[in-house]
């Protein structure tokens, strides 16, 4: 090693050892790293992993599978199922799918084309190709996870080769995704693959993408203080929506417009209580919750759901009824009718776990500095006779005072977001709790000085009760921050009025702001509203361009393609 240290440097011989010994270690220690991150950056075994994903899951999944692949030594590309050229499928010998299911079985939208080509008469024989499928699900809905089985059942019926079998993954997935990636790189294939691709297999010290600082996350949520909550829709409403404000004061977290936030809530006292009383509890039971021990009653607040049943309800307590009757119950109406003797453990684990709840954030972190505002409609409603009540909603409303802690993470989501040139103009369509992302769009053209033109369209059922944020957006409106806004009041006529009959009514400057280069943006009820709009819209492209049904197809694909057409719908 040359010398480290010039002759004339001020040092005498024990400092000159000193200093010179630190720095030959110094040197080491970037020569070590440097080896290291040419290792990391090794290309590794071809493997190519798509994720079809509507609130981000099953993308995020995909960012850990990429991980794992890289520290078995694989180089793996990983992109959305519609971003990837189907015409080289023949060409990969390795294919690994993520992919949830959305509304009534269908795929998510940045899945939808690669799904409708596999199943057409264009998709060719693939018996080259390995492949394994994780499909995202949740047990509770009619078609569970019907996408990604789907996708698997296509693709070995085109001559394919399972790595592993389709794993089923319902809300708590943790363990089944565990053990289907582990399987898959188990497989001889994999194993050969990676040992044939030649890159060195070591840890992969990459941060993953979206992580936050201080490593919150949906099982390390921050414990974040309600601020503020208040009312929006009035008194005479035939709904409650709140505004919700919540400190993320040294957290770290930094959020963008566009984004999620998870919310771990807490089981109504009275639910629990009233279960214990039904199954004959005391509540002080022990029971094992994933390991941890815990008192019943303490696993009924906050571990398990007392209201969305899967079969293993009826399995585990032995019941006489069919699922289909568990769809529409909540615990205690299996209690009360059927009166299972079981013990505690058997009850905790015939239930699956609570799970957070994600709302579209509704504020600009550039207009509230360590804040995240949300909009959230408070769920209660009768059922066989009892009053119910959403477990997240109404713990916001209700059971989480001002000053007290609730768990939070942030949810990206990398594919509704602003268009980067503030000049676009952008339209925006969010009916009800809709309108929560459209607010912090605003906020932050606000905050950039952006120049590009706003328009709106909002509705509910009566303008009198359920105006939400009706000063904010007529004040956005006098200040020439929202070019127009188009409201529809559905009740407030014979003629039920909603979004997508605006839209229609004003097709002809929508579609020149479209062909203007606009943005299009739907947020809301995914079952209805969403697909009404949809139609809305492509009706309006044909009809102002002379073009057919085909063609305004085409359009609305080229505007998907382009990220101009964006949708955040649940």
């Known amino acids: 090693m040359n010398q480290l240290l010039a002759p004339e440097s001020p040092f005498n011989q024990e400092q000159r050892k000193f200093v010179e010994g630190f720095l030959t270690a110094l040197h080491s220690v970037r020569k070590a790293h440097s080896a290291q991150q040419s290792q990391t950056d090794a290309p590794g075994a071809p493997l190519t992993i798509l994720y079809g994903s509507q609130s981000g899951n099953s993308e995020a999944l995909s960012k850990d599978l990429r991980k794992a692949a890289r520290n078995r030594g694989f180089g793996p590309d990983v992109m959305a199922l519609d971003s990837f050229d189907f015409e080289s499928v023949g060409e990969i010998q390795h294919l690994l799918i993520i992919c949830s299911t959305f509304g009534e079985g269908d795929p998510p939208d940045n899945a939808k084309k690669f799904t409708d080509w596999l199943m057409s008469d ?51 997935y943790d363990d089944d995704f565990a053990a289907w990636k582990e399987a898959v790189f188990e497989h001889p294939s994999m194993i050969e693959a990676a040992e044939e691709g030649g890159a060195p297999i070591g840890a992969d010290e990459e941060e993953p993408e979206g992580a936050a600082p201080g490593n919150w996350s949906k099982v390390n949520p921050f414990p974040a203080t309600l601020l503020r909550v208040q009312r929006l829709s009035g008194d005479d409403s035939a709904k409650e929506v709140n505004h919700i404000e919540i400190s993320l004061a040294g957290s770290g977290l930094e959020y963008e417009v566009g984004d999620a936030l998870g919310v771990w809530p807490v089981n109504c006292h009275e639910s629990v209580e009233a279960i214990l009383q039904a199954g004959n509890f005391t509540g002080e039971e022990v029971v094992d919750f994933k390991g941890e021990a815990r008192p019943l009653r303490c696993a009924l607040l906050r571990k398990v759901d007392l209201q969305v049943l899967t079969p293993a309800v009826r399995q585990k307590m032995d019941l006489p009824c069919e ?7 909540h615990l205690i109406d299996v209690l009360v009718n059927f009166a299972p003797q079981v013990s505690a453990q058997t009850l905790v684990d015939s239930l699956r776990p609570l799970q957070p709840r994600l709302y579209s954030i509704a504020s600009s972190p550039k207009a509230h500095p360590g804040q995240v505002h949300l909009t959230v409609g408070a769920v209660r409603y009768e059922m066989h006779g009892r009053i119910c009540k959403g477990v997240a909603s109404t713990y916001l409303a209700d059971r989480l005072h001002p000053g007290g802690s609730v768990g939070v993470y942030l949810q990206k989501s990398a594919h509704f977001r602003l268009p980067e040139d503030p000049s676009v103009p952008i339209i925006m369509v969010g009916p009800g709790t809709g309108i929560a992302p459209f607010r912090a769009f605003l906020e932050e053209r606000i905050a950039v000085g952006a120049t590009g033109k706003s328009w709106i369209f909002f509705g509910d059922q009566h303008q009198a009760s359920d105006y939400l944020y009706r000063g904010w957006l007529e004040q956005s409106v006098s200040d020439g921050v929202l ?18 009959h605006k839209m229609l009514d004003a097709g002809a400057e929508l579609f020149d702001w479209l062909e203007a280069g606009a943005h299009f943006y739907i947020c809301g009820d995914a079952s209805r509203m969403a697909s009404d709009v949809d139609r809305a819209l492509r009706q309006i492209i044909a009809e102002r361009s002379g073009g057919s049904a085909d063609d305004a197809n085409a359009y609305v694909d080229r505007l998907i393609q382009e990220h101009r057409y964006q949708r955040d719908v649940y």
């Open 122 to 172: 264009e998709a060719p024989q693939l018996p080259n190709l390995s492949y394994s499928v994780c499909a995202m699900g949740d047990q509770s809905y009619t078609y569970f996870c019907k996408a990604g089985v789907d996708i698997d059942n296509r693709l070995s019926e085109l001559g394919a080769q399972r790595l592993a079998d389709c794993v089923l993954c319902d809300v708590d």
């Open 323 to 329: 699922d289909d009757w568990l769809r529409d119950r």
């Open 483 to 500: 070019s127009r806004l188009d409201l529809a009041w559905s009740r407030d006529s014979a003629d039920k009025v909603y979004v997508q």
